[in-house]
């Protein structure tokens, strides 16, 4: 299976901060971690959005 690019943005601020891969059969659900925000200066909960 070919992974896919997921971007990943802030809940707070809505910045995209990070780029990543993620393969889409093991792992089916939108990826959501706790990242650094630079914008927000502060580690928040950073959810997947809708890649280009």
Same mark, same amino acid.
Request: proline fraction near 4%.
């Given at each position: 299976?070919?992974?896919r690019?997921a971007? +990943?943005?802030?809940?707070?601020?809505?910045h995209?901060? #990070? +780029?990543?891969?993620?393969?889409?059969k093991? $792992?089916?659900?939108? +990826?959501? +971690?706790?990242? #650094?925000?630079k914008?927000?200066?502060?580690? $928040?909960?950073?959810?997947e $959005?809708?890649?280009?």
């Amino acid at each position: 299976m070919k992974k896919r690019q997921a971007r +990943l943005e802030c809940t707070v601020c809505k910045h995209i901060n #990070y +780029l990543t891969f993620r393969n889409p059969k093991s $792992t089916p659900e939108k +990826l959501e +971690l706790n990242k #650094y925000c630079k914008w927000c200066r502060k580690e $928040t909960k950073h959810k997947e $959005t809708k890649s280009k």
